[in-house]
């Protein structure tokens, strides 16, 4: 027998096989399968599930990135998984929804007495007690997710708060800098950190809203470090 003919018997049994398998033969069977797909999208990779709506989840990471302005990969990256997280937390009321839903119809067909409007209390308590294990881990899912945005947006804040003390430290050594240059009417040929540790549009920001106090504050600051650098360099020589 030659090995295509053995490919093509074998070819032949896997349809014969297919044919014969359908799929869950209970109602509650085809219940568990469709039960299934509300466990995805709540802890895999994919935040986007087929079907949504692209544009609506790319204007949702964008409001976080406006409300938060993350600046290097790792603020960019716990933005974005805190967009995510708000993204999967949204879904889940509409998840818990559908498997209402989707469970009446075992339930009423069990008790059909439960089909009235009169009875939709007892109905949806039913089937509640039904899916109870899915509910349950609705639930569980809710509250890890909930968990983990906490921790991510405390970690966020924790870098932007460290970012933004060391970005005011550079901007306080610039300004000093710049301040004495005025002072000993010197001109820098660069003000110190401009274009590198911040951008000039930031760094004008800064001075505009220094106060006559602080700046001579800095000032001062500024004319003791260069007379302590100045007796320094004279003790070395």
Avoid: C
Wanted: charged share 25%; aromatic share 4%.
């Amino acid at each position: 027998m030659s090995e295509q003919t053995i490919s093509d018997a074998k070819l032949a049994a896997n349809r014969e096989n297919a044919q014969k398998s359908h799929g869950p033969a209970t109602e509650a069977g085809k219940a568990a399968v469709r039960l299934n797909a509300y466990k995805t999208g709540l802890t895999g990779v994919t935040v986007v599930l087929p079907g949504s709506d692209f544009a609506f989840y790319a204007e949702h990471v964008k409001s976080y990135q406006k409300q938060f302005e993350p600046v290097g990969p790792e603020e960019s990256a716990l933005v974005q998984s805190i967009a995510d997280i708000r993204w999967r937390l949204n879904r889940i009321p509409g998840l818990e929804q559908a498997i209402l839903a989707t469970g009446a119809p075992d339930v009423i067909a069990q008790s059909p007495s439960l089909a009235v409007p009169e009875a939709h209390m007892v109905l949806e308590l039913a089937i509640r007690r039904a899916h109870e294990k899915e509910l349950r881990n609705l639930h569980l899912q809710e509250n890890r997710l909930a968990r983990r945005r906490e921790r991510e947006v405390a970690e966020l804040n924790r870098l932007q708060e460290a970012r933004k003390a060391r970005e005011e430290e550079k901007l306080a050594e610039a300004a000093q800098a710049d301040l004495l240059a005025q002072h000993t009417k010197q001109k820098l040929a660069a003000i110190p950190g401009v274009g590198f540790d911040f951008s000039t549009t930031r760094y004008a920001k800064f001075m505009s809203r220094l106060t006559p106090v602080q700046k001579e504050k800095l000032l001062n600051q500024a004319i003791a470090e260069a007379a302590n650098a100045s007796q320094t360099q004279q003790a070395a020589a």
